[in-house]
């Protein structure tokens, strides 16, 4: 079964910077499109990021535009986030699917989740 590994959640304050890292095992994701999701306590899973499987398409949730990056360097994705603010605490969660993004979480694939917690 493949896995994807996250790292890089933690407790910062606001205004602070943290990178999350998602690694695949087990086996490659080719040609996949890749994306971050996160979620709070009693709400769905909500889209954050994608990147294309060449790293060349990316979008984001208007809520983070401009203070997160999302890349994808050889098979490991990124998530830059830069100017956290209480409202980005969330579990986040990477995921993977073969076909083209998807703003739901419609991926076969995820990680186990990092929490984020940002204080005020």
């Known amino acids: 079964q493949a896995q994807l590994v996250e790292s890089g959640g933690g407790l910062v304050q606001a205004g602070s910077s943290l990178r999350l890292s998602c690694v695949a095992s087990r086996r490659t994701f080719v040609g996949y499109t890749w994306a971050w999701f996160r979620q709070v306590p009693g709400k769905e899973r909500s889209f954050v990021a994608y990147?294309?499987?060449?790293?060349?398409a990316v979008d984001y949730d208007d809520s983070v535009r401009r203070r997160f990056t999302a890349s994808l360097v050889k098979d490991t994705l990124y998530l830059q986030m830069n100017n956290l603010s209480a409202d980005d605490t969330a579990i986040y969660y990477c995921?993977?699917?073969?076909?083209?993004?998807?703003?739901?979480?419609?991926?076969?694939?995820w990680g186990q989740g990092t929490q984020i917690t940002v204080s005020t």
């Open positions: 995921a993977t699917r073969p076909l083209g993004p998807h703003y739901l979480p419609e991926y076969p694939y």
């Open positions: 990147v294309d499987s060449n790293g060349r």
